[in-house]
């Protein structure tokens, strides 16, 4: 099932929305971000997403172009239940260098990343499957195999909205190109 780009509901207005043929180009508020206290003691709530239901043992799938490089870019999806139990993962930027990871966050933020540089100038598609206590993230590049980013828990009871998100921390003209986002069954393969 392809939901649309109107069919969910915006946590937090972006600057700019804008349809390029099927695409949705988001354009972030400069400082928005999505992080609660773990290290840098503040919480952020900010980010933009625009978010549907996904009901147990369903997955969610968002496509994006990768062609973004200031420090803490970041685009992907966002799987939240409430301001203090939510995973953002997808591609962000940090040292330079694009990052493929998650935060997850239970009361706190955790955050895990792993250097993709390669994927710059691609399609990155995320993947986030719900099945049972867990939440299983892939990602890749193009039509590349999938790459396991996280195994994380998630309350199997919790009502969860997800979809694509993006955020801007430190300027402002951030753009995201968004170009495809399903809702189907859950993947619940690890390996």
Known sequence: MTPGWDAGVWLNQPAATERVGDDLVVTAVEGSDLWRTTAY??????????????????????SFILDY?????????????????????GVEVSDGVAQVGAVVTH???????????????????????????????RARRDEDPWQLVRVAPWPADAPTRAGPYCCSPTRAGLRVRFTNWTIGPADRSLH
């Open 41 to 62: 003691g503040f919480v952020h709530d900010s980010g933009h997403a625009v978010l549907h239901p996904l009901e147990p043992d369903t997955a969610t799938e968002v």
């Open 69 to 89: 490089g200031e420090q803490f870019d970041q685009a992907g999806i966002l799987l939240r239940s409430t301001e203090t139990t939510w995973i953002k993962a």
């Open 107 to 137: 009361g706190v933020s955790d955050w895990s990343v792993a250097p993709v540089p390669h994927w710059t100038g691609s399609t990155v598609t995320v993947r986030v499957s719900r099945a049972d206590d867990a939440v299983i993230v």
